[in-house]
């Protein structure tokens, strides 16, 4: 099925759909018929990780989707525990041999765990995967702008991307800003809060105005910001709502509403400065 969903391009020249599917917390029998009912929809874009143990899984929905490799964007990431060189190039051979890929589209760095200071070993790793070709693009997660500096000055490149956590209670603006200046694309987890934003008055009345549910209102509010936006669902008619947005336009006023639902407090997840977990 062809779509005439938005995409948008890297520095590097390759480009991503800007609406992809998130499969953290997608386990098990569940998560093959996910992937499916999203490539199913239109979506092309799938994102998980080693540390969410679906890989497999989801390597057999894209599979059986038989939609052509070259037409999907298959993004996967480096655990904590495998920032050093040799160790994080096999932990790509694993994730695709999992995968039953031969490369991934992008490649990310999952936490920075500066506490380990690992991680420009491990973005060393990632520019030679770029080299040769097991990962078209690279990237990181949940860095901050003191991080991407110093990947810039201790190597000369930087992420195509930064996945972080922003919603609309945690908008990252500073971050985002330091994305523009510097041609990185911003990338949105937890895009609908993990569900929390989905019941505030603002966008239930936003949604209420558009005739729309308030998962699309946020959904492309995103879009409209310019995020790569991956919306995790297991349920297909969720999965089918999340990708029905190309119709759906919010005006400057909307917009203007949204941003003023920030909060200092909104960050749901971890603190990336401080998370260390290295079991996996
Ligand atoms: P999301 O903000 O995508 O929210 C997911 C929750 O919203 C689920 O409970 C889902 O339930 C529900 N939901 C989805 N669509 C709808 C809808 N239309 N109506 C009502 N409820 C809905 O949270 P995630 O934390 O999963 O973030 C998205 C993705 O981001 C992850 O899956 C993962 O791929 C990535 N991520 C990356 C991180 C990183 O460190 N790099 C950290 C966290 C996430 P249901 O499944 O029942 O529909």
Redesign the pocket.
Known sequence: MSSNQPYLTFYDGRRTPQLGL?????TGDATAPAVQAAIEAGYRAI???YI?YNETEVGQGIAQSGVPREDLFITT?LWNNRHELDSAKSALQESLDRLQLDYVDLY?I??PVPKEKMYLQAWEALIQMRDDGRAKSIGV??FNADHLQNLLDKTGVLPVVN?I?L?PYFQQTELCAYHADHGILTEA???????QV?TDPVIQELAHQLQA????VILRWHIQMGHIV??????PD?IR??FNLWNLHLDDAAMARIATLNKADGRI?PEPELFHVMKG
Do not use: F, M
Request: aromatic share 10%.
């Open positions: 998130g499969t953290w917390q997608v994102d998980t990780a969410y990431k990310l999952h936490w997660c949940n996945q956590e919603h987890w937890s895009p609908l809060g993990q569900g989905l549910s308030p998962a699309q991956i919306p995790k669902s297991a349920n969720r709502e999340n997840g």
